[in-house]
């Protein structure tokens, strides 16, 4: 019932307030905050994506931006040879994803814990380094993209466009996200977390069930990937830099583990965060890295954990509640 | 009934087990048979390899030499799964349940692999209501029905381990593995899990592994002794209890269970 009412009324909450953004930038006569909203919303798009491995499957995976990048890298190589047609840049994009998380996810998940963590940054890096090695591409300093991709109706040139299809994507997703939670693969998925030995013992394949959850993460992080080569007309190595993806796992974290809307408060946060201290001072890491240690520290589990009234685990105790709601001023501050 | 079990073709059969971890056998030449509706007790001291047994059985370990069949399929090589999907579930000796979901939902996640062939990842499990039932069917069995809507961490140990055999039950088995289900309990509890065994007999085959020797006696058909990784005797009860070897080996001189 409670989680009902997280459906009900936070999820759209959410997804009317980003919908005014456009609108309020428009008014405002600054349209850099569509960019900057865009931007948003394709983060949390990737972080939502990589809630499913490090949220549900309590699998961290330092590596996400690897897809991130091969999102890109699928415009910009294409338009590069003049294919700026979407569909097919969205249908590459899924294809190379999907056989690059099934071939490292294969051997990643052959191991757990730390040689996780490592394995997955190896891969990443590998795909870095063959994105600066590739010269026709751009190398080192990246590749422009000139035509946005086009999908018939409508292209990605542009913020507004981005933004919006970055806003419809992030609520399917999320919509998907929240029925997958509460399916059977979403509770073996999070019961192999909590317990893969007796996920075996019951009969599944942990393996099967983790590679499953990778392989479609990686995909919609690689399509994220693509939303940010439009918006940025530009698909770069940096993209796939190693930073990338530990930023993305801070935005899991602080928005809180598991939680299906977490990812989307913490790359609010965190990027808004971003740009209020890049204002301040060129090192704007000194300021952020307090806030983000403050955060992990005081709202375990994430700040978006602190809507836990609205959305508790089962039967959450009164003075729980009354103390996620502290939470909530003091994130909200 | 026990010249009948014998007669049958074997349910669950080990031909000269072994495992080693080091220089120890911790399994050593095992052979046993389990008839189709037997409960077979395994016994023995601290250390005889009885968890190791049933970690070969279940698949959770593969043997070093001898064979495991299941009916008439061998499997000494398969993986846990292969095993689970021929019918044989088991429980741990270690309540092994999801804390974080309600007992119905630990129920359902056990009974979904036999009501579903793949996994959904758009219907809510509750609303699958095949799966809903047959879970209900296997709390109920272990009088769990009262509390089907609380999370596991809520329950009072008991009654986590009864989960712990209902979430074997509702996984439909043919052949159950029993790891000390009774490991910890009051006697009081004790007394519910003998009363459930007593009426889950006849319809599972099962091996029971258990330390409490009043419960052993009351419920096996038969009784398999080990002893340093090796069976030293199979018998009824009656036999058990007076087979001079397992006396000295394992009940001590003044034994009067």
């Known amino acids: 019932m409670q989680e009902s009412s997280?459906?009900?009324?936070?999820?759209?909450?959410?997804?009317?307030?980003?919908?005014?953004?456009?609108?309020?930038?428009?008014?405002?006569?600054?349209?850099?905050?569509?960019?900057?909203?865009?931007?948003?919303?394709?983060?949390?798009?990737?972080?939502?994506?990589?809630?499913?491995?490090?949220?549900?499957?309590?699998?961290?995976?330092?590596?996400?931006?690897?897809?991130?990048?091969?999102?890109?890298?699928?415009?910009?190589?294409?338009?590069?040879?003049?294919?700026?047609?979407?569909?097919?840049?969205?249908?590459?994009?899924?294809?190379?994803?999907?056989?690059?998380?099934?071939?490292?996810g294969t051997v990643c998940l052959r191991t757990s814990g730390i040689g996780f963590i490592m394995i997955t940054l190896a891969f990443a890096q590998m795909f870095y380094f063959l994105a600066v090695s590739l010269r026709e591409y751009g190398g080192d300093d990246g590749l422009n993209i000139y035509d946005a991709s086009a999908f018939g109706l409508f292209d990605l040139g542009g913020s507004q466009p981005v933004y919006w299809a970055a806003w419809g994507l992030l609520l399917a997703a999320s919509l998907g996200m929240l029925r997958l939670r509460r399916s059977p693969f979403g509770m073996i998925l999070r019961a192999t977390h909590a317990n893969p030995r007796r996920v075996d013992a019951l009969g599944y394949s942990v393996f099967g069930v983790r590679l499953t959850a990778y392989v479609a993460s990686g995909v919609l992080t690689g399509i994220a990937g693509l939303?940010?080569?439009?918006?940025?007309?530009?698909?770069?190595?940096?993209?796939?830099?190693?930073?990338?993806?530990?930023?993305?796992?801070?935005?899991?974290?602080?928005?809180?583990?598991?939680?299906?809307?977490?990812?989307?408060?913490?790359?609010?946060?965190?990027?808004?965060?971003?740009?209020?201290?890049?204002?301040?001072?060129?090192?704007?890491?000194?300021?952020?890295?307090?806030?983000?240690?403050?955060?992990?520290?005081?709202?375990?589990?994430?700040?978006?954990?602190?809507?836990?009234?609205?959305?508790?685990?089962?039967?959450?105790?009164?003075?729980?509640?009354?103390?996620?709601?502290?939470?909530?001023?003091?994130?909200?501050? | 009934m026990t010249a009948a079990t014998m007669a049958a073709p074997a349910a669950l059969a080990t031909r000269d087990l072994v495992r080693r971890f080091g220089g120890l056998a911790a399994t050593d030449g095992v052979s046993l048979d389990v008839a189709p509706g037997e409960l077979h007790a395994l016994i023995g001291p601290n250390g005889a390899g009885k968890t190791t047994l049933i970690n070969l059985l279940s698949g959770e370990l593969r043997p070093d030499g001898g064979a495991v069949t299941l009916g008439a399929a061998d499997v000494s090589r398969a993986t846990v799964q292969e095993r689970v999907a021929l019918g044989m579930l088991r429980s741990y000796q270690v309540t092994s349940v999801f804390d974080s979901y309600t007992v119905l939902e630990n129920a359902c996640l056990a009974a979904l692999r036999k009501r579903r062939r793949g996994l959904s990842a758009w219907t809510a499990l509750r609303n699958c209501a095949d799966v809903v039932d047959a879970a209900r069917e296997a709390l109920s069995a272990c009088r769990l029905d009262a509390v089907a809507e609380a999370p596991v961490e809520s329950l009072a140990y008991g009654q986590r381990r009864q989960l712990e055999i209902a979430m074997a039950l509702a996984g439909q088995p043919s052949v159950l593995l029993l790891d000390e289900p009774m490991a910890g309990m009051s006697a009081a509890e004790s007394a519910g899990v003998i009363a459930l065994l007593q009426s889950l007999k006849g319809r599972y085959t099962i091996v029971l592994v258990e330390h409490d020797m009043n419960a052993v006696f009351a419920l096996a058909d038969r009784i398999s002794v080990l002893v340093y990784g090796k069976i030293i005797a199979t018998g009824t009860a009656d036999a058990i209890r007076n087979h001079p070897d397992v006396r000295r080996a394992y009940l001590g001189d003044d034994a009067d269970a």
């Open chain 1, 227 to 333: 939303l940010l080569a439009n918006l940025t007309a530009f698909a770069s190595p940096s993209y796939m830099s190693w930073p990338v993806s530990g930023e993305l796992i801070v935005m899991v974290v602080i928005g809180g583990l598991g939680n299906v809307l977490g990812p989307i408060f913490g790359a609010v946060a965190y990027l808004l965060m971003e740009e209020a201290f890049k204002s301040v001072t060129q090192h704007w890491m000194l300021l952020m890295g307090p806030v983000v240690v403050v955060i992990a520290m005081l709202a375990r589990g994430g700040y978006g954990r602190s809507l836990a009234w609205l959305w508790p685990a089962r039967q959450a105790p009164v003075k729980k509640a009354q103390a996620s709601k502290a939470e909530v001023k003091e994130a909200s501050v």
């Open chain 1, 6 to 104: 997280y459906r009900r009324w936070v999820l759209p909450l959410l997804f009317l307030v980003l919908a005014a953004v456009p609108f309020v930038a428009q008014w405002l006569g600054e349209p850099f905050y569509v960019t900057l909203g865009a931007r948003i919303l394709i983060y949390a798009l990737a972080a939502l994506a990589l809630n499913l491995v490090l949220g549900f499957a309590g699998l961290v995976s330092f590596g996400h931006a690897m897809f991130l990048g091969l999102g890109c890298y699928a415009v910009g190589i294409l338009s590069f040879y003049g294919i700026g047609n979407g569909w097919v840049q969205l249908a590459v994009c899924i294809v190379v994803c999907a056989l690059v998380a099934l071939v490292v």
